[in-house]
């Protein structure tokens, strides 16, 4: 028992696929059965749809939890993003609107990136600052005001479909690939385990630490404003109050994934993993009709489980000291 | 990185290298820390193809004088000249790029990474868009690792391979390119004397192309073996800098503890009390089978294997910290049923670990908060209230048995030099009085003269009735301090001999099987 | 007659109250209706996961969709997209933007300008025209807390010049940040005639505020959608005016108008439900607020 | 004898943070007249007893190790639970139920991460949901309320005065006063300092960490508590989303203060002075009349120049040198 047990957890190792694939494929084949309209195609691209958004920003966000540090401001960003896009079109073109948009994350993560780096506050207080004063931006320049898409070409790309699937969920996927490429096939990705891994030997191994993460800020950033910008296109609008509490549910999602809090380790796999995970989980609540009080029960209570099979999984066998 | 030539220097080359202005010049180094002087007007010269050897104590500013080479510490005052030049490292990529390479104490590596990128690590072989060029990374790291002789693949994750294995990731970042100058910053120390003629010879190639090295270490063997001068430092000064061949083992330690050394006490045998530690049938999955031991009081018993043969996770389980299969543990005769380290305290049982950064210290706590912290009901008062006289008292005791060289009781445990460190983790086991102690690799990393008051201590302790295991890698530790000494081989025990009539040929020869 | 489905996604239940009694007042009433199955969603206040309610509900092939929006311009683009997948569409108490009229069959509930409106005419009349007063605004950003805000501030500008609004700040729909930021205002003008509060959950906290500082007596409190403890509050004479509201009624309204359609009869495109101004004098003839 | 100019350099060094809120004081000071009072202050301060009450218990959890992001659920839960059933069964038997279901609620959290060694992070968030179901499904989503605000004399925790002197004020700072020393004199302390710090080395020394891990829960759960008395009592009512978004205020401020994230490092003393900035920042721009959004721009740069200045003094320089 023992044996196949240890054997079976040795799989596991030599596996690519992180464990939270387990649970998400556990979850839709529980829906499959219990509900008439999960497994349906149309509902499957609805749910890629729907998580696009969580999924293109927890990209981001992989990233810099991996380098060792974290964004809360990005809830923030997918408004600032999405107004700037919604609110310029009328006066600038849809193009040019997008731009300044996906600039503003860019540029917000760049700053985030250079206080982190230059005054060596932790990127937890750096970015939570960011949270409320970005927030503050949106309503300056919002004044309050939801904005409406003139265009209905706007929306109508956001709710378009492309070989079948949702073109949301092609950017998500197309993104994901990218980003899965950059973190295990690039230099830059690899330093980015680096730094998170043991700051200090990243440093005494010439690695330019600080630049190296303002990159990664404006990365998330990009992606943060992306967010918005593609949920503004499934609107057709934007909301000066978009994205809150976005950050928790991101960070959410990459943790289930297997990113570690500390830093150095994670993938973007897992990522996806996580992401499709709290996105199944919705839709098929949604489907089974449970009560909105309940499927904050179910949801938090589903989020420890899978942190408790998670670790009976990965420590089975392992030989470190239980300390 | 400039690249230095790699050709390979006939013996009068390397003499008239040698001749030659010195490749490196440190300069008046002085080097402040609150409350300590780490550094005052050091000045040291290293030339081109030679061993340049450091000695002093623990906290004698070896480690800082490196660090600042290296470009983690800037000095307060002082320059460096490399190669002539007057140079200035802000951070240690200046330092890398201008072609030094510190191979640091306490290892630098990323664990989540595989072998060949920690080996790699912030010069990966770069190809189109940035590209990692695996390929290349993998054969190079390959090559690397074949000439170290070390048995694993470069694609293992670096937090899987055992503490010497590690070191030897971290020399072998010292090949990737050739460097004008390296400095080895205690490599041994965790490694065998297998490993260790492998990194001998490595750092004989890399003399011969010229290569200016530093070399770090608190064992006399080797500095006289490798070294061709040597340079004592003894709190933060130069204590002088000699040929190594005009000098010996006893003047060296002269110029560095003041004084030298008494040889060894031994005790007549016989004088043991009752057993008061027995391990019979002891068994844990696949770390250990069927071991089975006893320890008497007054007895000093060493433990000795080749590293992964399982030494560690006997203590371990001893120490509640490991659940074990099969098998009974006794102590005073009595079957214990020992499941978490407080019930181990409770029976009379002390460890000191073998990972005083890991598990032995609380870095960013006092040296005093630390030494109570296996005691702290002993310093405990009415209503759980701490009294600072008592725990400044274990301070106080400790500091003196040891001759702890910490700037005072409330420096942090970080900022003690390695050695140091390890003595506040021996001295928060003394203080818990215990009855049976034992101590895994007690000595590494620790300089002669401490190491001998170390051995000295265990002696006495020994000879005060308690019953003490001592595990460790340095054979002639083992031999020293012992009266008995278990082999270990793959996690059976493969002998048990009386320390007197002992041979070091004998013991080889258990620990490899034969 | 076979059963007809019926969606609903609304705004944020347990929020407050109102929300909540409308939601189980909801349920009551389809229960009570055997010829009605619902699917009963909550968006949690986010506009993101609205929409992706809305579509799932399109991707059920349910007979009926009613949006208590989020925001009123956000869902336009999905319910437009219900629209061309033939599902009739019914927003209830909150209106959305115009451009999304063409893709709705009819809107159910309050006019919340004309709230707004109300609140202000109180606040004149319990002056006698003349005073200088302060604002709590809803959570910012939400359609409700806009529109009201905007129907006391346009009304009060042009039938009562003599009132002057000297500040706003948020209270976000908490009564304890209220009572903070009433906190703040005492502290700040020593003068304060009136305190307008976007709904009496906030005017409470106000009123607490106040009355902590001994300030209370002789200042006007006037809010809207009025709770249980705003009743009491006017009982005792604490409290001046306030708009009433049910949520049975919004409730009722709203799948009864949805039913309606799927049935094939004709709504009205604005159907209103009444809420009038409730204040010391006239609060006999109301049934105390259940939340 | 007078301190000496190295002394007051080593204070500078150790409390930047103190420093900063002075400075800051004094600068909000010089802009309005009304700032700078007795009674604004005392306003200040019992504006924060409920966030600053709640943080201290977050400052023990934090140095252990740890974080609890479930305190905002919790308070919703306390408070509610409090008020509900102070009109059914009396104020004190409704407190010590609800003393009792809020511990209990910590003992759950203090299990899950402590016992069981779950992600702190991802456990205290699925509780954040969890609790705010459970709370919900209690109170069936309705708002609750003292009926009789005037006799009961649950009013003494919100709204009565000491010596002139707020009772939420002496809860706020008498709790710290007692858990700083807790902390800093007691083996109690002593032990959640070295878990947090090490908890491996702690494990080896024959610390139980499980159970270290599990009481700051309970420590949490219980300030949580104590904020909930003040809130139920202040407002004589609650609504069941009362404490959403608290826990980041909480965090905020006890990062603000300057307990590392990392654990092992912290006092009580820093987290006051961090909940202090964010009240007067509150109370200060609200004062001079910025609108909302502009106050959220200015809370923004003071939390990082706040902490900056803290980290810059222990550094003593003000850049980091990091490439
Ligand atoms: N970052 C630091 N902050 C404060 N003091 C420090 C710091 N680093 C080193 N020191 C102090 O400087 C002195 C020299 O330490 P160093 O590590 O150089 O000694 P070492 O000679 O390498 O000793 P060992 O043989 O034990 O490694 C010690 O007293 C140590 O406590
Ligand atoms: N080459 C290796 N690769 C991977 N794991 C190793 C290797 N060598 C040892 N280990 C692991 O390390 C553990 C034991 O090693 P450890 O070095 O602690 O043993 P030890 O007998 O205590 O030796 P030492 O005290 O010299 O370290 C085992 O669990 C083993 O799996
Ligand atoms: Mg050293
Ligand atoms: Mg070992």
Redesign the interface.
Known sequence: MTKTLQSLTHLSRLTVVPPIWLFTLACALFFTVTTD?FA?I??LT?IL??TS?IGLIALGMTVVMINGNID?SVGAVVALAASLAVGLQSDIGTLPAVAVGLGSGIALGFLNGM?V??????A???T?????????????Y?Q?????AMD?AY?DF??SQTLGLPTLAWVFLGFTVVMHWVMT????G??A??VG??R????????????HMVVNFMIVGFFAALAGIT?ST?????????G??YE?WT??AV??GGTK??G??GSILGTLGGVLAIGIL??GM??M?V??????????????AV??ID?QVNRAGS?E??? | MTAHPAAIHSAAELDDLRRRAPLLKLDGITKTFPGVVALDDVSLEVRAGEVHALLGENGAGKSTLMKILAGNHQANRGQIHLEGEVVHFDNPMQAKEAGIVLIHQELSLVPEMSVAENIFLGALPRGMFGTVKWRVLHAVAAEILKTLGCKFSPRDKVGRLSIANRQMVEIARALVFTPKVVVFDEPTASLTDAEKVVLFEIIRGLTKKGVGVVYISHRMDEIFTLSDRLTVLRDGKVRGTLETSETSEDGVTQLMIGRSLEGRTKRAAGAFGPVALEVKGLTCGSLYHDVSFQVRKGEVVGMYGLVGAGRTEVAETLFGLRTPDAGEIRIDGEVVAIDAPPAAIARGLALVPESRKEQGLVLGMSCRDNMSMAKLSGVTGRFGFLKPRAEQAIYDEYAKTLDLRAPGPAALAVNLSGGNQQKVVIGKWLATDPEILILDEPTRGIDVGSKSEIHDLIRRLAASGLAVLVISSEMPEIMGVSDRVLALYHGRIAGDFDAETLTEDRLVQAISGL | ADTITIGITQNNVGVDSYQTTYERAFIEAADADPDVETVVLDAGGDVARQIGQIQDLIQQKVDAIIIWPTNGQAVVPAVRQADRAGIPVVITNSQIAEAGFDFIKSFSGPNNIVQGEYSAQMMCDALGGKGQIVQISGQPGYTTAIERQKGFEDELAKSCPGVTIMETQPGDWNREKSQRVMENFLTKYDNIDGVYSGDDNMGVGALNAAKASGRADGMVFIGATNFAVGYEAMGRGEYWGSVYQSPVEDAKNALATAKAIVEGEEVPFLNYFDTPKITKDNMSEFEKPVF | MLPTWSDVGHLAQRQGILIAFILFIIAFSFTSERFASWDNASTVFRQVSIIGTMALGVTVVVIGGNLDLSVGSMLSFATVLVVDLHDKIGPAPAMAITLVATLAIGAVNGILVGFLRLNSLIVTLGMLSAIQGVTLIYSGGQNVDITDQEATWFAFFGRDFLLGVAVPTWIFLGLAVVFQIVLTRTAYGRRVFAVGGNPMAATFSGIRRSYVVFSTYLVSAFTTFCAALILGSRVMGSQNNVGQGYELMVLAGVILGGTSLLGGSGSMVKTVIGVLILGFIQNGLLLMGYQYYAQWLVTWVVIILAVWLDVASKRGRLFTTTT
């Open positions: 309209n349906e149309g509902n609805n749809q729907q958004t809360l206080i780096w230059k005054t060596g506050v932790d937890f207080i750096v939570l600052g960011a949270m409320i004063g970005v927030r503050g931006l949106v309503f300056v919002t309050e005001q939801s904005f409406f209905f929306s956001g709710m096939s690039t230099v830059h690899r330093n385990y680096a891994g043991n200090e030997a990243a440093l005494n191994a010439g690695i330019r630490v600080g630049r949920l499934q609107m057709g609008a934007s909301t000066p109050n978009l809150r509490e928790l960070i959410t943790v289930l809090l500390t150095g380790a919705r839709n949604n489907l009709q009560p909105a009080f309940y499927v904050l029960v179910i949801l938090g209570a589903i989020l420890i942190l408790f670790r030989e000291v239980e300390a």
